[in-house]
């Protein structure tokens, strides 16, 4: 007599494969996803920064300066930005709030000590931090 499909073991050991490789795969597809946050996030902020910079040269030839409500309307453009979990909520100008998922950490709006202009910055001792702007935190 011929068989006409699987047994029980055949399908329990099949399936059983299929939940190791999904065990796997599903870790590496989340860290892509981090990735991808993060690169689409400093690709906003390095907009931003030579956005900013260009404007603060571009008035520094003028003899004029850029006050904090000029200054807030450029940092909005990094909340256009934003996509499923990964984003940047600017509440004035020394309150940004970067969010990746679940996590979060702030910027802030300094001035650059030579050129005088703006500069945002993050604290180099959060991880989260490191990861956006790819620097190492100096000892």
């Known amino acids: 007599m011929k068989r006409k499909g699987f047994n029980m073991i055949e399908l329990v050991f099949v399936i059983v494969i299929i939940g190791v490789l999904t065990a796997v795969a599903i870790p590496r597809l989340s860290l892509g996803r981090d990735d991808a946050c993060y690169a689409k996030l ?13 404007e603060y040269t571009k008035r520094f030839l003028q003899g004029t300066t850029m006050n904090n409500n000029e200054l807030l309307g450029y940092l909005k ?30 910027l802030n709006v300094t001035t650059d000590t030579t050129t005088k202009s703006p500069t945002l910055t993050c604290d180099l001792d959060n991880e989260m931090c490191r990861k956006l702007t790819g620097k190492v935190k100096s000892n």
Do not use: Q
């Open 77 to 106: 453009t990094l909340e256009g930005n934003n996509s499923d979990g990964c984003s940047f909520t600017v509440n004035n100008v020394n309150n940004i709030v970067v969010k990746v998922k679940k996590d979060a950490f702030a």
């Open 42 to 54: 400093r690709a906003g902020l390095s907009e931003t920064e030579t956005i900013l910079s260009r």
